[in-house]
């Protein structure tokens, strides 16, 4: 069994200043943990990914996340925000194996303040 | 919040038959669906778009005889996969959003495993 918790359906920062959108999962095996981006009208893209190798996986666009086992979290960060950064930033868990099962986290919407 | 349901959730076939997945919003009107599929340890592959009563706009290399869609309804969307075979096996999920709404919502996916 898998599932991710986003912890804040909105975060507003202002521009310029640091950014972080909170995830916690959980899974019963070694997951692989990926955050995608949403902007209005448009489809997903992904920022980043972990898979095993590196715990601090850096992403698109300045953004990066840290695989931390023992908090079970996956939190995305960056330092300064940009006014394109405004957008909604979905958590995703998968599980190893050859069909993978997703489980998407319900969303963070992030707003920039000029 | 608004609820996506997929159905079903795992599905085991023999080569060579048709499977269909659907795809309902329970509590809205979902304009645009969105169909992706998922390879292991990669990330999320887009297959197509489809907008309610139109026909589904497929990405490059997605072969639309094969993964066909269906938007007939604000509700309900489909996906059937044709003449399945081994390589088709894969996790698909499918997302939603209304006409208003920026926001996706997701369906639990399902689990396809051709024999």
């Known amino acids: 069994a898998q599932s991710v918790t986003q912890l804040d359906s909105h975060v507003s920062v202002s521009e310029g200043t640091p950014v972080l959108l909170r995830c916690n999962y959980s899974?019963?095996?070694?997951?692989?943990l990926f955050w995608y981006v949403q902007h209005p009208n448009k489809g997903l893209q992904l920022l980043l990914k972990?898979?095993?190798?590196?715990?601090l996986v850096k992403g698109i666009n300045g953004f990066e996340a840290e695989f931390k086992k023992s908090e079970t979290s996956f939190h995305l960060t960056k330092p300064s925000a940009h006014m394109s950064d405004a957008a909604e930033y979905f958590c995703?868990?998968?599980?190893?194996?050859?069909?993978?099962?997703?489980?998407f986290g319900t969303g963070t919407k992030l707003q920039v303040i000029p | 919040g608004a609820v996506v349901s997929q159905h079903p959730s795992r599905v085991i076939c023999k080569s060579g038959t048709s499977v269909k997945i659907e795809c309902r919003s329970l509590?809205?009107?979902?304009?645009?669906m969105f169909w992706y599929r998922q390879f292991p340890k990669q990330s999320l592959m887009l297959m197509a778009t489809?907008?309610?009563?139109?026909?589904?706009?497929?990405e490059q290399g997605v072969e639309k005889d094969k993964f066909l869609i269906n938007h007939a309804s604000l509700t309900l969307s489909t996906l059937t996969v044709t003449s399945a075979h081994p390589e088709d096996s894969s996790f698909y999920i499918c997302?939603?959003?209304?006409?208003?709404?920026?926001?996706?919502?997701f369906g639990s996916g399902t689990q396809l495993s051709v024999l």
């Open positions: 899974s019963s095996y070694s997951p692989s």
């Open positions: 997302s939603a959003k209304g006409d208003s709404a920026e926001k996706l919502f």
């Open positions: 509590d809205f009107q979902a304009t645009t």
């Open positions: 489809s907008n309610e009563g139109s026909k589904a706009t497929y």
């Open positions: 972990y898979t095993s190798a590196a715990t």
């Open positions: 995703v868990v998968s599980a190893p194996g050859l069909y993978q099962k997703v489980t």
